[in-house]
């Protein structure tokens, strides 16, 4: 009950807060049926909860054996921000109630500073930095339109170590960076500052090595990588958006209507019989 009253407290505030900014949305009726059942998951389902706790009680597992195996070496685990360590399923909830979509009202959602924190991704990074690990925040957030509510929100929930020089946010697109949303040149950044990556935590695969955008590609580079997964490489759910959803390009209402005809296979004739 308390869950479902925070969650109105929060589509008020930012329903009120997108009200001055509104133009028309790119979304349809695609949206709300698409990220409906995604967004209860990841909002109210205990099983997505039970989900982060098991990602960074590994998370924990592999940063001891990694401080043991690499003692004089300066250590850093890297985390994504957005459903890695802040949960956004309210505003996902606003663009359902709202039929409208990302990116309408996100920097709104982000300056209101009041994601609450993914469950066990404060107490983790907390036991990372008293165990003399650096923790370093690398995520596609815009630096210009949210940096300063992205370090008061990281705050605010109680998350270590957040300080400019460790919040790596998305820059504008320029000659020297012509892919900003590639998470691989701030990861070499902190390499190069003389780091080992003790882990890497996510909820897609950018947040791990370069993806490819292709879904066969995709799929191959999962193959090659899985060894990583549950060791280096830790993890977090996201069925509400993500660069699977762009690979599938499933924004696209017959792409989705193919889609679930081709994973259907040959069941519908066999159950017409
Ligand atoms: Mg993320």
């Known amino acids: 009950m308390k869950n479902k009253s925070m969650l109105l407290l929060l589509l008020i505030l930012i329903f009120t807060s997108c009200e001055q900014n509104k133009e028309k949305a790119p979304a349809t009726d695609m949206t709300r049926n698409n990220l409906t059942m995604a967004t209860?998951?990841?909002?109210?389902?205990?099983?997505y909860k039970a989900l982060a706790y098991q990602a960074f009680n590994i998370a924990k597992l592999r940063l001891d054996e990694q401080i043991k195996i690499n003692k004089n070496k300066k250590l850093a685990v890297i985390v994504d921000i957005d459903e890695t360590v802040l949960d956004n399923s309210p505003y996902?909830?606003?663009s359902i109630a709202q039929n409208t979509g990302y990116p309408e009202c996100w920097n709104e959602w982000c300056n209101l500073a009041e994601a609450k924190a993914v469950p066990g991704a404060v107490e983790f990074l907390n036991y990372a930095a008293d165990s003399g690990v650096d923790v370093f925040y690398v995520s596609n957030r815009k630096e210009k339109y949210v940096a300063q509510a992205t370090l008061k929100n990281l705050i605010d929930v109680g998350f270590p170590q957040v300080v400019p020089s460790h919040i790596l946010l998305r820059k504008e697109k320029s000659d020297e960076n012509p892919n900003p949303s590639d998470k691989q040149s701030r990861r070499e950044k902190i390499v190069s500052q003389?780091?080992?990556?003790?882990?890497?935590?996510?909820d897609n695969l950018g947040d791990f090595y370069t993806d490819e955008e292709n879904y066969s590609e995709r799929s191959a580079q999962v193959e090659e990588y899985q060894q990583h997964f549950g060791d280096k490489f830790i993890v977090l759910p996201n069925a509400m958006y993500g660069n699977w959803v762009s690979a599938l390009n499933a924004y696209k209402p017959e792409i989705v209507d193919s889609l679930i005809d081709a994973a259907a296979g040959g069941l519908k004739e066999t159950c017409r019989k």
């Open 194 to 202: 003389g780091y080992e990556i003790a882990l890497l935590i996510g």
């Open 40 to 47: 209860l998951y990841s909002h109210y389902a205990q099983e």
């Open 92 to 94: 996902q909830a606003y």
